[in-house]
């Protein structure tokens, strides 16, 4: 790295650029060749114009690999599942474990009413008491008022249904915190929300005398959950032993943090990559579902729960906020995202939310299994081993020569690919 460099990274304006120009202006700061410059130039389904719409100073697109999951039978329906990650073994293990449940019906999904929470902070009031009474007896007329932000979203049967103050004792004194309860329907409603606390913060420094100053959705979204439900036969996941030893990695995560924060992570493999695809916030799902499994029962938890049916086979949940949205947001202006919606082929937000949360189970399932059995490297090895010969330089049949090669040694290896590389090239 150069310590010295008359570089720099105060560029005015980069926003008012063309993408041209901003391409060329990072290409001088970044010594970019003719070569890196046409991995950037290179715009695919998602075209310059329409992602220079969509965040501030873009140079490029960042494409990602879209899978297809398979076997998913949702309350009785048929899915194939899109799946955008960039990390192997995922799709196949959803469509695996997906196929155990079709002889036992697939999955069962529900959702809750879409309600998003929404926060006003006040602080700096005088009176704690007769605050508190006072936003307590306005409760029907601030409601109206959030409503009226949004005459749309309450003609499609959504709107802010409810008001909760509540009072949190912080480092910077006592405040005021008032929670708006807002049916979102078919959109994610972050703007929908934000917009109606927005209007209501002038009302509550008067009702108060206090002052407002944050004025936000949660991602805490715990009035929004999806759940699934399935049983995955003992014969298909290798019989009664299996069963166990899945009870127990369930077990272990129920019982420790560091492996439950691994045990919902693979949860969110599949939830994260079915939110890509279909252009949805999936950091404010990931942030709600963390906190949600932290805040259920008061450690940190697994989002899934399995147990043993009396036949002998696995029965497994899942329960997590799932905040997504057809209307709104990237699902409506990423042009794959809106073909992922069709693909599933869902016509409300609570659908693809039972999707996702299908999704979750089934991921979460295969890895425990995986886990509990032979561990997961040596299927995921052989995947992975294609992605370090292509890393070490490997191209066209190279690739796979050297994969297999190194699957065959036991050594998935970057070095070793490198050597192999350079014995077949000397060749
Ligand atoms: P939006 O404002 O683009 O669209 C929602 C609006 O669409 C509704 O308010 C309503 O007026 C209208 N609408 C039309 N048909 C509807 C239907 N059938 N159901 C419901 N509404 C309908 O989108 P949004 O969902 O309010 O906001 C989502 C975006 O906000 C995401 O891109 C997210 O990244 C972003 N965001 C997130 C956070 C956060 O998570 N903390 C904060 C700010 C912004």
Redesign the pocket.
């Known amino acids: 790295m150069n310590t010295v460099s008359d570089k720099t990274s105060a560029i005015r304006g980069l926003y008012r650029l063309s993408i041209e120009e901003r391409q060329k202006k990072l290409q001088e700061f970044a010594d970019l060749t003719e070569d890196d410059m046409s991995v950037l130039e290179k715009f695919g389904s998602l075209d310059a114009s329409t992602a220079d719409r969509m965040i501030e100073n873009v140079v490029g697109t960042f494409p990602f690999p879209l899978g297809i999951a398979t076997n998913f039978q949702i309350n009785g329906r048929d899915f194939l599942v899109p799946m955008a990650l960039e990390e192997p073994s995922v799709v196949a293990a959803a469509s695996n474990a997906a196929r155990m449940t079709r002889q036992t019906g697939g999955f069962s999904a529900s959702t809750t009413d879409p309600v998003m929470i929404g926060q006003i902070q006040v602080a700096d009031i005088p009176h704690l008491d007769k605050a508190e009474k006072s936003i307590t007896e306005q409760k029907e007329n601030l409601l109206k008022v959030a409503n009226a932000q ?1 005459p ?2 309450v003609k ?1 049967g ?1 709107g802010a249904r409810d008001l909760q103050v509540r009072r949190l004792d912080t480092i910077m004194g006592p405040m005021i915190v008032v929670h708006i309860f807002v049916d ?9 929300v ?1 917009t109606m606390c927005e209007a209501l913060a002038p009302l509550l420094e008067e009702l108060t005398k206090g002052k407002v100053y944050l004025r ?2 949660s ?1 805490l979204a715990e009035h929004r959950l999806a759940r699934a439900t399935a049983t995955f036969p003992a014969k298909e996941l290798g019989g009664s032993k299996a069963v166990d030893g899945i009870l127990k990695a369930y077990a272990f995560a129920q019982a420790d943090p560091y492996r439950c924060a691994t045990h919902n992570k693979g949860i969110m493999n599949g939830v994260d990559a079915v939110l890509l695809a279909t252009g949805q ?1 999936f950091r ?1 799902v990931e942030a709600g579902a963390h906190t949600y499994a932290a805040t259920r029962e008061g450690g940190y938890q697994s989002l899934t729960r399995y147990e043993k049916t009396p036949s002998g086979d696995l029965q497994g949940s899942i329960e997590l906020p799932l905040a997504v ?1 057809l ?4 699902t409506r202006t990423h042009p794959v995202a809106r073909l992922c919606v069709k693909i599933l082929g869902v016509k409300t937000a609570n659908e693809l939310a039972e999707i996702i949360a299908s999704v979750g189970l089934a991921q979460n399932l295969a890895a425990l299994r995986a886990l509990s059995q032979e561990g997961i490297q040596t299927g995921h090895m052989k995947l992975h081993s294609r992605n370090v010969a292509i890393a070490a330089g490997a191209i066209g049949d190279e690739v796979d020569t050297i994969a297999q090669k190194m699957i065959a040694e036991k050594r998935v290896r970057f070095d070793r690919a490198q050597e192999i590389l350079a014995e077949l090239r000397k060749d």
Do not use: C, E, P
């Not at 979102?184 to 929908?192: K, L, T, W």
């Not at 209307?327 to 990237?330: E, I, K, Q, S």
């Open positions: 949004d749309v979203l499609f959504g979102a329907r078919d959109a994610m409603g972050a703007n929908a934000n936000i959705l991602n916030d404010a949205g209307v709104g947001g990237a």
